[in-house]
Structures are given as C-alpha cells and as structure tokens.
C-alpha cells in the first residue's frame, strides 16, 4: 500500500532542501493514493477519518491538516484521477469528438479497478438522503452528465450526431451505458467494456 509510515518528512539527497510546498504536495499525494486502497479494500461508509489515518500509519491530525472530512479526502481522490486523465482527454475530445474517443477512454478504465469500483460503490450507497456523501455523489453525477452533454452539442454541430435525439437524455443513457458496463466488468473481466459501448453510439451516429 502507498502510505505515509512517518510523521517526519525525509530529507531529499545530496543535502538538498526542498521547499515546504513541495513537501505538502508529496505528503498530500501519499495521503490520497493510500485512501484510494482503503477506500476500495473497506468501502467509504464504514471508515471515519480517524480510521483512514490509522490505515495511513499518521496521526489523525496529520490527516485531518490536509482534508479536514473524509469527503475531503474523497473528492480529492477522484480529482487527482482526473487530473491525471486531463491532458489526455481534452486532446482526444478536440481532435476525435466524443463518439470515436468514448470506447478508448472507457477501454483504458480498465487499468484503474480500484477507482471503478470505488465509483460504482459510492454513487450506489450514496443515494440516500442522509448518506455523508449524498451531495458529493450527487455533483459527480450531473455534472459527468452535463459533460457529456457538452460533447453531444459538439458532436451534433459538427453532423456527425443523429439530428433528432434529445440531448438531455442520450447523455443521461451514455452515463447508464458507461457505468452499467462498469459494474459489470467488475464482476466478469471478460467483458470487452469498449466493444459494447462502441455498439451503442455507432447507433446514435448522423
């Protein structure tokens, strides 16, 4: 597991100091690639902070100084995935539209188990109106829907999406596709994730 053993950063080599941001950063990044472990080893609901430091090997107010919540923490842990994905992504959207980069994107998930299922555990438990992370997973889901409506607009100036769909709901059925396909590879690796989702937008295609 990445986890943070110490409460005293090493020093870097060759006597070099590095500067306090530099630091923070690493230990925030050490912090957030742990959580991902314990988050997809234990689930969100049943750690508390407290839990997650000691699963770390810091002190609570170690944790706490960076991510006050383990929803914090949460969000933090996707944003880091993507911002990792980010670059990547934007190339691909400006260059290929969504219809021909969707299967690649959702073909190179399969490389991240842990953030899938993760995803796919939150947004099911989170449902509830009193889950700790009801308004967080709420976010995530309109705005990947709003994402993807973003790109269905694109797709539809350029004619290369059937004219008649309504926008508002094929985004609303790619995000089904997409974390349906998902949860289902989680139970059967077999499942080619790109081939089905390809299926279905060749069937939106102008």
């Known amino acids: 597991m990445s986890a943070a053993t110490s409460e005293r950063e090493p020093e870097p080599p060759h006597g ?11 230990r925030r990044d050490e912090f957030i690639n742990g959580a991902l472990e314990l988050f997809a ?3 969100f609901q049943r750690l508390s902070l407290r839990k997650i430091a000691e699963g770390l090997g810091v002190s609570h107010a170690a944790l ?21 994905e980010r670059p990547l992504v934007a190339e691909g959207l400006a260059q290929r539209g969504l219809l021909d980069l969707a299967g690649d994107l959702i073909r ?8 899938i299922g993760l995803d796919v555990t939150i947004l099911g438990e989170a449902h509830r109106p009193d889950h700790s992370a009801h308004d967080w997973a709420r976010r995530r889901i309109d705005d990947t829907n709003e994402a993807i409506r973003r790109e269905l607009v694109l797709e539809r100036d350029r004619g290369r999406l059937r004219p008649e769909l309504d926008i508002d709901m094929t ?3 790619i995000t089904a ?4 396909l998902q949860l289902q590879w ?9 081939e089905h989702l390809n299926a279905y937008l060749d069937q939106l295609r102008a």
């Open 41 to 43: 080893q234990q689930g």
């Open 186 to 194: 989680l139970y059967d690796r077999s499942i080619a994730l790109d």
């Open 177 to 180: 596709m997409i974390r349906g």
């Open 171 to 173: 985004a609303r059925h």
């Open 108 to 115: 190179t998930n399969e490389e991240i188990p842990g953030i």
């Open 16 to 26: 070099r100091k590095r500067g306090p941001y530099s630091n923070g950063q690493q």
């Open 64 to 84: 706490s100084y960076y991510f006050p919540t383990k929803e914090d923490l949460l969000e933090a842990v996707f944003a880091a995935q993507a911002e990792r």
